[in-house]
């Protein structure tokens, strides 16, 4: 373990982007603390890391229960004795044109992707600030900045993230640091959610040139490691294939 090792919490660290993370992190010294709902593969994703070397542990996790999250943080608490750096990263796409009218899935998206983001923050945010500094990390999308469609509702759910994230920035500066990383179209789980046919069709093509999952870690590893004076604030990640 370096000097520089930090305490990170991850969400949504079952596959993709957070398990590539915390493989990413644990390789770099950092202790991790995962959170999923799938338990069986943070079991071998914790197997995997602490075989190589790593240090972690997990928890089951549902990001739209606030009192689960705040368990959450209190079992990273415990185990690491810090929370410096939390990840935001749990989140769902099942993309749909508004007239298909899937309403249950909208109110999903917003669950997870945005009150999920939320319950993070505030489960943290005191742990942070009792500690006199830490570093949220929230992932968005290329979707916090542009609308497609298909994807109102999930490009919606970005927005807020991206919003939220530069509130936060703004009322935490001195002591917290947030950075927002925004992947462009990147391996991961996301489209097998997709129930609308024309939309999961539509998603086979913009797929084929996905980034892999380790290149949003890079990002995540990249943001962290900055001097403590140094806050990154956004970072776009595309593949330079991907013209959106």
């Given at each position: 373990m370096t000097d520089t090792a930090k305490a990170v919490a991850i969400t949504g660290a079952s596959s993709g982007i957070g398990e590539a993370t915390a493989r990413r992190l644990a390789a770099d010294g950092h202790r991790v603390f995962l959170g999923a709902r799938r338990t069986d593969r943070l079991e071998r994703l914790v197997e995997e890391i602490t075989g190589a070397?790593?240090?972690?542990?997990?928890?089951?996790?549902?990001?739209?229960?606030?009192?689960?999250?705040?368990?959450?943080?209190?079992?990273?608490?415990?185990?690491?004795?810090?929370?410096?750096?939390f990840?935001?990263?749990?989140?769902?796409?099942?993309?749909?044109?508004?007239?298909?009218?899937?309403?249950?899935?909208?109110?999903?998206?917003?669950?997870?992707?945005?009150?999920?983001?939320?319950?993070g923050i505030a489960?943290?945010?005191p742990v942070m600030r009792a500690q006199g500094g830490g570093h949220f990390v929230n992932i968005a999308s290329v979707g916090a900045y542009e609308v497609s469609p298909t994807a109102a509702v999930y490009c919606a759910t970005k927005f807020a993230v991206r919003a939220i994230s530069e509130g936060l920035r703004q009322e935490s500066a001195g002591?917290?640091?947030?950075?927002?990383?925004?992947?462009?179209?990147?391996?991961?789980?996301?489209?097998?959610?997709?129930?609308?046919?024309?939309?999961?069709?539509?998603?086979?093509?913009?797929?084929?040139?996905?980034?892999?999952?380790?290149?949003?870690?890079?990002?995540?590893?990249?943001?962290?490691?900055?001097?403590?004076?140094?806050?990154?604030?956004?970072?776009?990640?595309?593949?330079?294939?991907?013209?959106?």
């Amino acid at each position: 373990m370096t000097d520089t090792a930090k305490a990170v919490a991850i969400t949504g660290a079952s596959s993709g982007i957070g398990e590539a993370t915390a493989r990413r992190l644990a390789a770099d010294g950092h202790r991790v603390f995962l959170g999923a709902r799938r338990t069986d593969r943070l079991e071998r994703l914790v197997e995997e890391i602490t075989g190589a070397g790593g240090t972690t542990a997990f928890k089951k996790l549902d990001v739209t229960d606030a009192a689960d999250m705040r368990a959450f943080v209190d079992a990273a608490l415990g185990t690491h004795g810090r929370v410096d750096v939390f990840v935001n990263n749990a989140g769902l796409m099942p993309l749909s044109p508004l007239s298909a009218l899937k309403t249950e899935e909208w109110d999903r998206m917003i669950d997870v992707n945005v009150r999920g983001v939320l319950h993070g923050i505030a489960a943290a945010l005191p742990v942070m600030r009792a500690q006199g500094g830490g570093h949220f990390v929230n992932i968005a999308s290329v979707g916090a900045y542009e609308v497609s469609p298909t994807a109102a509702v999930y490009c919606a759910t970005k927005f807020a993230v991206r919003a939220i994230s530069e509130g936060l920035r703004q009322e935490s500066a001195g002591d917290i640091r947030v950075t927002l990383v925004s992947p462009g179209v990147t391996e991961s789980e996301l489209a097998d959610h997709i129930s609308d046919t024309e939309a999961r069709e539509a998603m086979k093509a913009y797929r084929a040139v996905a980034l892999p999952a380790s290149a949003i870690a890079e990002a995540i590893a990249y943001a962290i490691s900055q001097p403590s004076q140094v806050d990154v604030n956004e970072i776009i990640v595309r593949p330079s294939a991907s013209a959106q």
